[in-house]
Antibody, heavy 116, light 112 residues
Framework: QVHLVESGGGLVKPGGSLRLSCAAS????????MSWIRQAPGKGLEVLSY????????NYADSVRGRFTISRDNAKNSLFLQMDSLRVEDTAIYYC?????????WGQGTLVIVSS | DVVMTQSPFSLPVTLGQPASISCRSS???????????FNWFQQRPGQSPRRLIY???SRDSGVPDRFSGSGSGTDFTLKISRVEAEDVGVYYC?????????FGGGTKVEIK
């Protein structure tokens, strides 16, 4: 059974940084593209970034390009999102999801609040 | 960016009655490999999204067969043949063909 568990969220001031993690189990992590998606409070879903199996195929949404960095550690079955220069509008629940184009499985999400 | 437009915004349904949600993409979402990376997701209150349908009409494992997806070109539909109480939530369409991948704004299904 696929299991994705995000962690690392919290309260941070504007301009600050956070590093999110996603621990994966129940499937061959190194065989899967992975993605980060967020949902602002009471709002819809925004795809932020995906990363290929070996970490070389990467893309970012314009809203986070240059500020966020996606990475993975296949040896540890883990996905990461380094978030720098955080803005108030980055406040959201952040989900990791399996695959890039079809989001077959999702974690429970981790809440990031950017506020002074 | 490809805009995914869902309708209706809100859908009150009587238990046991059918429901239908529409989604229209602003351009063709046929990928270069011939596949249409179009999905439907359900988000129950307080939960993460869950994929119901992928590739327009393929139902995920464990999804009741009262859910069905159809469509082609730029118009897609999710149908629930007989709505049950557990179907309450927000439903999102999503295209995974053109980056950035985009979701529709959501349709809230509630019981009358």
């Amino acid at each position: 059974q696929v299991h994705l568990v995000e962690s690392g969220g919290g309260l941070v001031k504007p301009g600050g940084s956070l590093r999110l993690s996603c621990a994966a189990s129940g499937f061959t992590f190194s065989d899967s593209y992975m993605s980060w998606i967020r949902q602002a409070p009471g709002k819809g879903l925004e795809v932020l970034s995906y990363i290929g199996r070996s970490g070389t195929d990467i893309n970012y949404a314009d809203s986070v390009r240059g500020r966020f960095t996606i990475s993975r550690d296949n040896a540890k079955n883990s996905l990461f999102l380094q978030m720098d220069s955080l803005r108030v509008e980055d406040t959201a629940i952040y989900y990791c999801a399996r695959t890039a184009r079809q989001f077959s499985d999702w974690g429970q999400g981790t809440l990031v609040i950017v506020s002074s | 960016d490809v805009v995914m437009t869902q309708s209706p915004f809100s859908l009150p349904v009587t238990l046991g009655q059918p429901a239908s949600i529409s989604c229209r993409s602003s351009q063709s979402i046929v990928y270069s490999d011939g596949n249409i990376y179009f999905n439907w997701f359900q988000q129950r209150p307080g939960q993460s999204p869950r994929r119901l349908i992928y590739m327009v009409s393929s139902r995920d494992s464990g999804v009741p067969d009262r859910f069905s997806g159809s469509g082609s070109g730029t118009d897609f539909t999710l149908k629930i043949s007989r709505v049950e109480a557990e179907d309450v939530g927000v439903y999102y369409c999503m295209q995974g063909t053109h980056w950035p991948f985009t979701f529709g704004g959501g349709t809230k299904v509630e019981i009358k």
